[in-house]
Nanobody, 116 residues
Framework: QVQLVESGGGLVQPGGSLRLSCAAS????????MNWYRQGSGKQRELVAAITSGGATNYVDSVKGRFIISRDNAKNAVYLQMNSLKPEDTAVYYC??????????WGRGTQVTVSS
């Protein structure tokens, strides 16, 4: 049974940093492309960052230069380092695995609030 469990969210002031973690189990993690999504209040869920099994990364334009996605295959974990946070980054952040031809897997999410 695939499980994705996020942690690390919280309240941070504008300009601050947070590091989100996602612990994965029940899957062959080291061969998986892993994603971070977010959904702000009243907004559609959007893909924020992705990392392939080989370590290639991709980011939505709004977070380029501020967020860094990384992975630790020994720990079955994926991370999202978020720097220079802005109020518009406020959202629930979700860890995701979407294997081709199979169902989409989601964590329960972790709330990130950027406010002074």
């Amino acid at each position: 049974q695939v499980q994705l469990v996020e942690s690390g969210g919280g309240l941070v002031q504008p300009g601050g940093s947070l590091r989100l973690s996602c612990a994965a189990s029940g899957m062959t993690f080291n061969s998986a492309t892993m994603n971070w999504y977010r959904q702000g209040s009243g907004k559609q869920r959007e893909l924020v960052a992705a990392i392939t099994s080989g370590g290639a990364t991709n980011y939505v334009d709004s977070v380029k230069g501020r967020f860094i996605i990384s992975r630790d295959n020994a720990k079955n974990a994926v991370y999202l380092q978020m720097n220079s946070l802005k109020p518009e980054d406020t959202a629930v952040y979700y860890c995701n695995w979407n294997p081709p031809g199979l169902r989409n897997y989601w964590g329960r999410g972790t709330q990130v609030t950027v406010s002074s």
